[in-house]
């Protein structure tokens, strides 16, 4: 198997990316995150935060399939990251691959993130990242249909 490519987002990754984020098991480890499934609605959201050059966002290709993502995004006046990984391709290092190359390209600090407190393999990749726990919080988890314990975390 070939080394992994990071490479910018192009509108023509989207109907992979949200077949990728269609699973259900994936979806409930994130928490936070939409299980609407709804095809067209995930095309024109993401058509549109494509043109927010706010913005930077990666794919991961391998092989030249494309296997996941990820991204650094404003959240009122903060940037915060996020990534996902095509599940059978967990446990080989490339969401942290993959928000290195994201961080690379964002030169503000710091830079913020959260986890479920039970994602333990999201927060593996921010603290090997670099991040910090900063707090930790309540919320409504949409993919699990409860509130729960959300872990904040920083990088300076
Ligand atoms: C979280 C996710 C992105 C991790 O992707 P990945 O490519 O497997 O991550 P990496 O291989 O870069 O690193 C995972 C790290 O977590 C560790 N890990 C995995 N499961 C773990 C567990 N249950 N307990 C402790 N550590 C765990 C791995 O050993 C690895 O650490 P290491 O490199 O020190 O061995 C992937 O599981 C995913 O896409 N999940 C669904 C979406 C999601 O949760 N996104 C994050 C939202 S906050």
């Known amino acids: 198997m070939s080394e992994p490519v990071f490479r910018e987002m192009r509108e023509s990754d989207l109907p992979v990316l949200f077949e990728i984020q269609c699973d259900a098991e994936a979806q409930k480890m994130a928490a936070f995150t939409s299980t609407a499934n709804d095809r067209e609605a995930y095309l024109d959201k993401h058509r549109r935060l494509l043109a927010d050059d706010r913005l930077v966002r990666v794919?991961?290709?391998?092989?030249?399939?494309?296997?996941g993502s990820a991204a650094a995004f404003p959240l009122g006046e903060e940037l915060n990251v996020t990534y996902?990984?095509?599940?059978?391709?967990w446990g080989?290092?490339?969401?942290?691959?993959?928000?290195?190359a994201v961080l690379e390209q964002v030169t503000v600090r710091p830079v913020f993130a959260s986890a479920a407190s039970d994602n333990e393999a999201s927060m593996r990749v921010l603290e090997k990242g670099g991040f910090k726990r900063v707090g930790r919080e309540?919320?409504?988890?949409?993919?699990?249909?409860?509130?729960i314990e959300e872990v904040m975390f920083r990088l300076e």
């Open 59 to 67: 794919v991961v290709e391998l092989d030249g399939e494309i296997v």
């Open 84 to 89: 996902w990984i095509k599940r059978e391709f």
């Open 92 to 100: 080989r290092g490339l969401a942290g691959a993959a928000l290195a």
């Open 138 to 147: 309540r919320a409504f988890a949409e993919a699990r249909g409860q509130e």
